[in-house]
């Protein structure tokens, strides 16, 4: 397993992708979507799958994460709970998502939708690295409502880091209820300097790496400005 990242270097991994490599982004948000879309179906076969979608990056992953198991004719819907902002590379996961009915709205019917207990297989992608602040609203309810389903027996995936999760230090950016309780994190390119720490071992379950089309060495001379 590669060494773990600080949120600097792992942001300096995605930019040297872009501009020394000529990966564009909304590239490397596919391969990794078909990276955790390949995991999920070997361990979780049919499912069904629900991501619950936040506006940034991550939502944007499990936008790109819910259309891939669909591709693949298993049961799959992503849950929107704020909408990426226009021209963004989330943005185009969400369109194409909801383009092929895949998208519902959130979170108000997420009890509803999916009452306890529900075989189901969630993926968290609300919050990815670049949260600084505590969970609210309908983030916060998402949350909750994801942490209650693990309790009654759904696993629950996080993408890149369990949502509410302060990455570089490992402790929750609100209060300890207000992050989701992983099964298993699957994070891009290198765990997360913050994964170290011991009071992180309580959300991050088990930890996967997931490629994302870059090199495997997140401080490959070729990425070293």
């Known amino acids: 397993m590669p060494d773990s990242l600080r949120l600097a270097e792992a942001r300096h991994y995605d930019r040297a992708c872009e501009e020394r490599l000529a990966i564009p982004s909304i ?3 596919t391969h990794a979507a078909v990276e955790c879309a390949a995991i999920l179906r070997g361990e979780c076969g049919a499912g069904p799958f629900v991501a619950l979608c ?3 990056n991550n939502g944007g992953d499990g936008y790109a994460i819910v259309r891939t198991l669909a591709s693949h004719g298993l049961s799959a ?3 929107e709970l704020a909408t990426p902002r226009e021209g963004s590379d989330a943005r185009v996961m969400y369109e194409c998502a909801r383009r092929m009915g895949l998208v519902r709205p959130g979170p108000a019917s997420l ?3 999916f009452p306890l207990p529900s075989a189901v297989v969630l993926i ?3 919050f990815g690295t670049g949260i600084a602040r505590a969970p609210r ?3 916060l309810e998402a949350i909750e409502w994801i942490n209650e389903m693990r309790r009654s027996g759904s696993p629950v995936y996080a993408i890149d880091v369990p949502s509410g999760l302060d990455a570089e230090r490992g402790v929750p950016c609100g209060a300890a209820n207000t992050v989701v309780r992983a099964s298993r994190t699957l994070t891009m390119v290198a765990p997360k300097h913050g994964f170290l720490c011991d009071a992180a071992s309580a959300y991050v379950g088990r930890v996967s790496v997931i490629s994302i089309g870059g090199p495997s060495d997140p401080r490959s001379p070729v990425l070293m400005e």
């Open 27 to 29: 590239v490397l948000m």
């Open 124 to 126: 968290d992608a609300i």
């Open 77 to 79: 819907a992503a849950i």
């Open 54 to 56: 936040g506006r940034g």
């Open 137 to 139: 609203g309908g983030e």
């Open 111 to 113: 009890r509803e939708s």
